[in-house]
């Protein structure tokens, strides 16, 4: 056997550490521990604001930083969350928090940044 009851306890309790180890020392990082890495976007006629800063699944308490409201819109079955505030106060704050953006596209009419915070173990 590999150690787990049947009921799956040992993978539920592994769950709770911030890194997994597994062989060759690779760290796999659990979703409890936080998200390191955040979408934000907007439309080009509106680089003022609003920004759409995450999704249902961010981080709460990074959604509440920014002062972000969790919307549905008509027709979706997902919710995402929006600021009024433009890009580049979104981006300020987040650097605050260690955020550093990665890249940043345009979509269509739409600019994308995509960030990621360094985790500590």
């Known amino acids: 056997t590999d150690g787990r009851s049947a009921s799956g306890a040992g993978a539920v309790a592994s769950l709770k550490r911030p890194f997994e180890s597994f062989p060759g020392g690779v760290k796999e990082r659990n979703q409890e521990a936080g998200m390191p890495y955040l979408l934000i976007s907007t439309q080009i006629r509106l680089e003022s604001g609003p920004t759409n800063v995450g999704d249902e699944f961010s981080d709460p308490e990074v959604m509440n ?54 985790l500590v173990e």
């Open 65 to 118: 930083y920014l002062g972000a409201r969790k919307t549905t819109m008509l027709g979706n079955n997902f919710s995402e969350y929006h600021v009024d505030d433009p890009p580049r106060v979104v981006l300020d704050k987040l650097e605050k928090l260690g955020f550093r953006v990665l890249a940043m596209t345009g979509v269509g009419q739409t600019l994308v940044w995509c960030l990621h915070k360094e």
